[in-house]
């Protein structure tokens, strides 16, 4: 199946400054999903991308599809102790409907 | 949230014992996916279901099987239970349609001991 390699594992950042997570595939993937996972949480679905070079924005959050459909990027702008948890990936792993997940990019927000 | 409730919420029991986990939805999705999460490997699958009866295994559904006799209702029993098997267990609901985000449940936290 589809796999696709998310870093940082985990990112410690201070209050106000950015933070970007980044997922890469070796393969082109159909399209690519972000989740976030609070502290104690299950994920929830953030955004989903689907055509090449493609950038949607959610008030500080920006989300980008490589021209080339390998790589995606989550980047936040000015950290809050809000946007505390998990970030995971998602791409579609071959079958109808299944997707596989990065491991995630944990990311502590120090006030 | 989608309705997505899942039973037990904590569960702890000894290793050999059977345990049966229950996603129960509310939103008449088609498809339902089983999830073990645990530290280092994110989310990993178990097995999914796309209609009733219908189901197929994902990347780690060793000692694990699953039923689904209702649309809303998708079991994972563990037979026979180990201590690897302790994990942060989540259901996962999507419609149908290509591309479709999932939706989770409030997950199950299963030790075994």
């Known amino acids: 199946g589809q796999q696709v390699m998310q870093i940082p594992q985990y990112q410690h950042v201070q209050e106000g400054e950015d933070f970007t997570t980044y997922c890469n595939s070796s393969?082109?993937?159909?399209?690519i999903q972000w989740y976030k996972q609070r502290p104690g949480g299950h994920p929830v679905f953030l955004i989903q991308?689907?055509?090449?070079?493609e950038v949607k924005k959610q008030k500080r959050l920006t989300f980008q599809f490589g021209e080339a459909k390998k790589n995606s990027s989550l980047h936040i702008t000015a950290t809050q102790t809000t946007d505390v948890g998990t970030y995971f990936c998602?791409?579609?792993?071959?079958?109808?409907?299944?997707?596989?997940f990065g491991i995630g990019t944990k990311l502590q927000v120090i006030p | 949230d989608a309705g997505i409730t899942q039973s037990p919420r904590h569960k702890v029991t000894e290793t050999g014992t059977p345990v049966t986990l229950r996603c129960h939805q509310t939103?008449?999705?088609?498809?339902m996916y089983w999830y073990r999460q645990d530290p280092g490997h994110g989310l990993r699958l178990i097995h999914y279901?796309?209609?009733?009866?219908?189901?197929d295994k994902g990347e780690v559904s060793d000692g694990y099987s699953v039923s689904r006799s209702k649309t809303e209702d998708f079991l994972l029993t563990l037979e026979s239970a180990t201590s690897s098997q302790t994990s942060v267990y989540f259901c996962?609901?999507?419609?149908?349609?290509?591309?479709?985000?999932?939706?989770f449940g409030d997950g199950t936290r299963l030790s075994i001991l």
């Open positions: 996962a609901i999507s419609e149908i349609g290509s591309n479709q985000p999932q939706h």
């Open positions: 393969t082109t993937l159909s399209n």
């Open positions: 991308l689907v055509k090449s070079g």
């Open positions: 998602a791409a579609n792993s071959g079958g109808y409907q299944k997707v596989t």
């Open positions: 939103e008449n999705h088609r498809y």
């Open positions: 279901s796309y209609g009733v009866k219908d189901t």
